[in-house]
Each structure stands twice: as structure tokens, then as C-alpha cells.
T-cell receptor, first 117, second 116 residues
Framework: GAVVSQHPSWVICKSGTSVKIECRSL??????MFWYRQFPKQSLMLMAT?????????EQGVEKDKFLINHASLTLSTLTVTSAHPEDSSFYIC?????????????FGNGTRLTVT | AQKITQTQPGMFVQEKEAVTLDCTYD???????LFWYKQPSSGEMIFLIY??????QNATEGRYSLNFQKARKSANLVISASQLGDSAMYFC?????????????FGSGTRLLVRP
């Protein structure tokens, strides 16, 4: 159990366009989802915490207007990279966890590799 | 400051041997948790093992065990009987509660290569 699905797995877009990434919890409800960004050969950096029915909480240094997060239901969060530029090219990974106590791990989607040309 | 440190950028191990991946952490919280994840070249994050700060026994999951030394603030991952499929990036992560919000922060990772 505890499967997180992320779509698309990869996307190439032109500079100036927007890209939407979807994250779904398939077999559990997630009031909170997390978006991470990973540069090549580096660690995962938390970008924001997505809260169902309310505004996302962004980490310091993450532009809210650049990375729009919507968490409209208990099973779906979306990240939209607006007016993408080549420096936004990265690996984006979403995650969520069932509410089974603090020891239950985050389950991750398979990630989205974004390339902005 | 809350921080996770992995000092080994890369490690080699011979197939069937055991290997220890180091992880130290820094937090002033009394309640926290430590996770290890594996990331193969395909990119997915695979949960391996968890240790809670109040757990008195070291966690074990199959070939994975966590050497938890609370006083030293270390949570090293031990992989026994290494297999070729263990070659991957390994991340140590710490679970925090900040302003009542759950947060997971990651170390820089260790790339493990298992030699046949």
C-alpha cells in the first residue's frame, strides 16, 4: 500500500511556457503532500508543503509565484512551474504519507524530469 | 540548527560483504525520527528503514539495520551481504515537527557501488 503516482515522468518545454506536474496518492488520503527538487547528483531540497484546502507553505528562497501549488483534494496536489526558464530544469519529486503515526515514512512519486529549452 | 550530514560521497563494497553508511544529525528536538532511503539511477525513492528517537532498540529490516547512537547523534545504515542491486544513492533523512508541521530533511547522500 501507500502508492504515490506522479505525472508526467518527463517533460520538455520551451522557455516562457508553464508546466503542470500532478501528484496523486492512489490508496490513501493525504492532507499534506510535499514537493522536492533535486539537481543532478545532489540531495533533495524541500520546496513546499502542500496542504489540502489551504495555501501551501513554501521554504525560504522558493518563489511562490514561480512554483504554484494547488491541493484541491485529499488525493491530488499539482505543481505548476510558471514562465519556465532553463534554470528551472531539474528533477521534481512529490511525496505524501498516510496518517499512521510519526514513524510512517514519506512515500515518493517516481519524479518528473523537467527540461526547459 | 536542524541538519543531516553524510560525509561519504561515495563508497565501494565487495559483493556479499557488509557496508556501513554514515549519518550524523543535529537537532534540539527531543522527538525526531531518522529514515534511510535508496535512490537507484531510475530516480525513485525507496524507503528502507526508520528509527524513532525514543526507540531503545536499533531498527532492523531484512539486510538493513540502523546503528543508532543517540549520544553521538549518529544513525548509520548497515547493509549486510551486499548485492549488485544495492548499487544506488542512499539518503539519510530526519523527520522534524516544525510549528506542528511534519517535515523531512535530507542529507547529501552516499553513492554506493557494489563490486562483483
Amino acid at each position: 500500500g501507500a502508492v504515490v503516482s506522479q505525472h508526467p515522468s518527463w517533460v520538455i518545454c520551451k522557455s516562457g511556457t508553464s508546466v503542470k506536474i500532478e501528484c496523486r496518492s492512489l490508496d490513501f488520503q493525504a492532507t499534506t503532500m510535499f514537493w522536492y527538487r533535486q539537481f543532478p547528483k545532489q540531495s533533495l531540497m524541500l520546496m513546499a508543503t502542500s496542504n489540502e484546502g489551504s495555501k501551501a507553505t513554501y521554504e525560504q528562497g522558493v518563489e511562490k509565484d514561480k512554483f504554484l501549488i494547488n491541493h484541491a483534494s485529499l488525493t491530488l496536489s499539482t505543481l505548476t512551474v510558471t514562465s519556465a526558464h532553463p534554470e528551472d530544469s531539474s528533477f521534481y519529486i512529490c511525496s505524501a504519507r498516510p496518517n499512521r503515526g510519526l514513524g510512517s515514512p514519506l512515500h515518493f512519486g517516481n519524479g518528473t524530469r523537467l527540461t526547459v529549452t | 540548527a536542524q541538519k543531516i550530514t553524510q560525509t561519504q560521497p561515495g563508497m565501494f563494497v565487495q559483493e556479499k560483504e557488509a557496508v556501513t553508511l554514515d549519518c550524523t544529525y543535529d537537532t534540539s528536538d527531543q522527538s525526531y525520527g531518522l529514515f534511510w532511503y535508496k535512490q537507484p539511477s531510475s530516480g525513485e525513492m525507496i524507503f528502507l528503514i526508520y528509527q524513532g528517537s525514543y526507540d531503545e532498540q536499533n531498527a532492523t529490516e531484512g539486510r538493513y539495520s540502523l546503528n543508532f547512537q543517540k549520544a553521538r547523534k549518529s544513525a548509520n545504515l548497515v547493509i549486510s551481504a551486499s548485492q549488485l542491486g544495492d548499487s544506488a544513492m542512499y539518503f539519510c533523512a530526519m523527520r522534524l515537527l516544525m510549528d506542528s508541521s511534519y517535515k523531512l530533511i535530507f542529507g547529501s547522500g552516499t553513492r554506493l557501488l557494489v563490486r562483483p
